[in-house]
């Protein structure tokens, strides 16, 4: 069993857990017609989930402990849903509209913010209150604009999913708030 924990936290394993995640559609594909996925649908999911769990194994090695590897965790997986639901139907009402481009920008406070801040808890609980911050400015101007008028969409619906992603990248910044005197308290005393 540690063999096979040890090959999932590896470049290869990746891979591998990635193809069989691929394969629950391709396989779905032949069955029905309600799956109905073309090859650049499997490209772009296979780059985000690849990406997604390479990103956690890679980060998670050089974890100091388990709640650090919950946050990131929770961080990282907050980023890859709300990527995947924005292109599978979009946030903002039902298919492409211009408001959903938006959370490109979400996308960016986390990569640029988990960049500067090297890893560091204190650095991590900030990009994560930023995200939660761009979270509900993002909600504030899809309001303002009147995107809830877009079919499929509604001011529930707009407060609503950007409500839950707050919720999970203020989570994600709470937990690092936590580790972070105990980071801090490690640093001094070595």
């Known amino acids: 069993m540690k063999n096979l924990v040890k090959f999932c936290r590896t470049i290869p394993g990746v891979a591998v857990i990635t193809l069989l995640i691929l394969s629950v559609p391709f396989v779905a594909m032949q069955f ?18 690849f990406s997604t769990m390479l990103a956690y194994v890679l980060i998670s090695r050089y974890a100091p402990g388990f ?16 990527v995947w639901a924005n292109l599978a139907v979009g946030l903002i009402g039902s298919g492409p509209h211009a408001g959903n481009l938006m959370y490109i920008g979400v996308v960016a406070v986390v990569i640029v913010g988990t960049y500067f801040s090297k890893l ?3 650095g991590m609980e900030l990009v994560m209150f930023g995200a939660a911050l761009s979270l509900m400015l ?14 499929g969409s509604s001011v529930g619906e707009i407060i609503g999913v950007n409500a ?3 919720m999970l990248y203020t989570v994600s910044g709470l937990l ?15």
């Open 32 to 49: 029905t017609n309600e799956v109905n996925w073309s090859v650049s649908d499997f490209v772009i999911m296979g780059i985000l989930v």
């Open 67 to 82: 709640i650090y590897r919950a946050a990131i965790g929770l961080a990282i997986g907050a980023t890859f849903l709300m």
């Open 120 to 122: 560091a808890a204190k």
């Open 138 to 151: 993002l909600a504030a101007i899809a309001l303002l604009v009147n995107m809830q008028a877009y079919p």
């Open 176 to 190: 690092f708030r936590y580790i972070a005197p105990e980071r801090q308290a490690q640093k001094s005393a070595s």
């Open 164 to 166: 839950f992603f707050v």
